[in-house]
């Protein structure tokens, strides 16, 4: 899981030859690969990276410090071209407003970035493979000490790009005349007044900034890395893409699941198919099984339409078992004189209140204090061997029916 840091420069359009710096962070923090590149030009890595983070360049972003209202996200959103259209160029609907955390002091930092300029980025990114892009001022991802200041110095054609830090919220950006450094450092120093400064500039202009600085009270210069950049960003807390709406949309990239979309829908395919198939089984074995009933049904009763062949079949045989003098064990006259004979030999004779047959089941109702205890059992045992199943679904209640598996 790989994080892309991409500093575009100041004023640079995406169509530009303009060099990006960019770094290629793990999901550690460890720095993976760095370099400079045309932003048109970084399609595998921007596509590769779980993330991509865009530090605009500080000259392009306008950072302001506004008392705002307690208000609901969406209120705040709806309030901000209000708020700042006295304070900036041009008319709030052509600029993306993204407002920070609210501070103690009820101030909050308000970024004010093109918004044309911002969607062109963006969409750039995105039409590269971006799976997530964000997009931080610059000025607000330099390493800031307590109580000092910190900025930071490119050259770009015909000047110098300055990123200046002031406070944890407040920063700014300037593109300068180009000038020895003894003369820049003095004008930084009016910038932060009395707080300490930190000047971060590139490998190659070290020496002579030192050499410069050691002239200048407060001011410490730097090498400039990428680390102190992906610290201080992890920090910054104001990201400009939310606030382009759907055009800072992320691209969905349906290539990459075009496989297994495909893959699923042969599973279901599959699975379809087979629970079809299974039921057409069952149903051609619940035909011929039907029909084996109902020729079983017409041989032995010929005369008769077979409706339910099994129901009709087992009434037919319960009515030949009685006119032959059988009484089946499941039958009113055979459950009584079962249990009669149960209690009879249990000493407990006149214990019944009433009898109900219902559904092939006998329920007894036991007259109050008329059953010793432990007759139940003995009751049970006693029916047991009659093939019948005793059972108290209630107290003072039973029910006798036939013992399961035993035929009527």
Excluded at 51 to 63: E, G, I, K, S, Y
Excluded at 250 to 268: C, E, I
Excluded at 358 to 384: F, H, I, S, W, Y
Aim: overall charge positive; aromatic content about 4%; hydrophobic content about 55%.
């Amino acid at each position: 899981m790989t994080t892309l840091y991409i500093r575009h420069p100041a004023k640079a359009s995406v169509d530009s030859v303009a060099q990006c710096q960019f770094a290629l962070a793990g999901a550690d923090g460890r720095l993976l690969q760095q370099g400079a590149a045309a932003l048109g030009g970084m399609g595998q890595m921007i596509g590769a990276a779980r993330r991509v983070v865009l530090l605009l360049a500080a000259a392009d972003v306008t950072l302001l410090r506004l008392k705002v209202p307690p208000l609901s996200a969406a209120r705040l959103k709806a309030a901000l071209p209000g708020l700042v259209e006295e304070q900036i160029l041009g008319e709030p609907g052509d600029c993306v407003l993204a407002a920070g955390a609210e501070g103690a002091d009820g101030m909050r930092t308000v970024a004010v970035v093109q918004r044309a300029w911002l969607e062109v980025l963006v969409k750039a990114l995105l039409a590269q493979g971006a799976r997530g892009v964000a997009a931080l001022p610059a000025q607000l991802c330099l390493p800031l000490q307590p109580g000092g200041a910190a900025a930071a110095l490119h050259e770009v054609d015909g000047g110098v790009a300055l990123t200046l830090r002031l406070a944890p919220h407040e920063g700014m950006g300037l593109i300068l005349p180009a000038q020895a450094p003894a003369t820049l450092l003095p004008l930084l120093r009016a910038f932060v007044a009395e707080a300490p400064l930190t000047l971060y500039v590139g490998a190659a202009q070290l020496a002579a900034y030192q050499e410069a600085a050691a002239a200048t009270a407060g001011v410490a210069v730097e090498a400039e890395q990428w680390p102190h950049w992906i610290a201080a960003a992890k920090t910054a807390g104001l990201d400009l893409v939310p606030a382009l709406g759907a055009a800072g949309g992320q691209a969905r990239n349906w290539q990459r699941w075009r496989w297994p979309l495909r893959l699923a829908l042969l599973v279901a395919l599959v699975n379809i198919a087979g629970v079809n198939i299974e039921w057409l089984r069952l149903k051609r074995d619940a035909a011929a099984l039907r029909a084996a009933m109902q020729q079983t049904f017409k041989a032995a009763y010929p005369n008769e339409t077979p409706l339910y062949p099994a129901e009709q079949m087992r009434r037919n045989l319960a009515t030949a078992k009685l006119a032959s003098g059988q009484m089946a064990a499941d039958e009113f006259s055979a459950l009584g004189a079962a249990l009669g004979e149960a209690l009879g030999a249990l000493g407990a004779k006149g214990a019944i209140a009433s009898l109900d047959y219902r559904e092939r089941a006998l329920t007894v109702k036991l007259k109050p204090d008329t059953v010793p205890a432990g007759v139940l059992a003995k009751a049970k045992a006693a029916l047991a061997e009659r093939q019948l199943q005793l059972s108290e679904p209630a107290p003072g209640t039973w029910q006798i029916r036939a013992a399961a598996g035993v035929k009527p």
